[in-house]
T-cell receptor, first 112, second 113 residues
Framework: SQQGEEDPQALSIQEGENATMNCSYK?????LQWYRQNSGRGLVHLIL?????REKHSGRLRVTLDTSKKSSSLLITASRAADTASYFC????????????FGQGTRLTINP | EAQVTQNPRYLITVTGKKLTVTCSQN?????MSWYRQDPGLGLRQIYY???????DKGDVPEGYKVSRKEKRNFPLILESPSPNQTSLYFC????????????FGQGTRLTVV
């Protein structure tokens, strides 16, 4: 079953602009994670936010979590062409990390 | 270097011919998982394993088998592949310390004709 749903499905912006992607989920979670996937390659973990956290930063990444709305957002500031990729949110429930459930992803294109 | 290794990267096979996709991790993780990725459907979990000899079904287990005889290896077996199993497959190894994180292999693109 799909837990996370990303919005938008595709996003195209100019280099230097900020990119915001959203994720909604349905059930209670232990944590929410964001991953990046370059075309056809394996996913790479970007950042994790726990259910008792509201905001987290890592370099140019900022993640927020609103458990009352069951939603999260990923902000990439000062985008670069190398940020072009698909971004996925994944939720981990109290069942354990082995049950990470991924959304369908947002395809981000940064135009030079 | 910490890594998850899948083989093969690409495979074209015929309907009904048994195949195995191997997955190995060098991080001593207890948890491992298989996903398939299809356009418009994202990643869907096929099977997962919480430890040696402990496996369980994910969301789309039909047509697949797995085994976990050793901690580092988690092969995916297709006993009788069908065209609807044409997909991109990923193995993941999951760290469950203070920072839960999944490490993915590079993927196996399988085509069943």
């Amino acid at each position: 079953s799909q837990q996370g749903e990303e919005d938008p499905q595709a996003l195209s912006i100019q280099e230097g602009e900020n990119a915001t992607m959203n994720c909604s989920y349905k059930t209670s979670i232990n944590n929410l994670q964001w991953y990046r996937q370059n075309s056809g390659r394996g996913l790479v973990h970007l950042i994790l936010i726990r259910s008792n956290e509201r905001e987290k930063h890592s370099g140019r990444l900022r993640v927020t979590l609103d458990t009352s709305k069951k939603s999260s957002s990923l902000l990439i500031t000062a985008s670069r062409a190398a940020d072009t990729a698909s971004y996925f949110c994944a939720t981990a429930t109290n069942q354990g990390a082995q049950k990470l459930v991924f959304g369908q992803g947002t395809r981000l294109t940064i135009n030079p | 270097e910490a890594q998850v290794t899948q083989n093969p990267r690409y495979l074209i096979t015929v309907t009904g011919k048994k195949l195995t996709v191997t997955c190995s991790q060098n991080m001593n993780h207890e948890y491992m998982s298989w996903y398939r990725q299809d356009p418009g459907l994202g990643l869907r979990q096929i099977y997962y394993s919480m430890n040696v000899e402990v496996t369980d079904k994910g969301d789309v287990p039909e047509g697949y088998k797995v085994s976990r005889k050793e901690k580092r290896n988690f092969p995916l077996i297709l006993e009788s592949p069908s065209p609807n199993q044409t997909s991109l497959y990923f193995c993941a190894s999951i760290h469950t310390g203070t920072q839960t994180e999944a490490f993915f292999g590079q993927g196996t693109r399988l085509t069943v004709v």
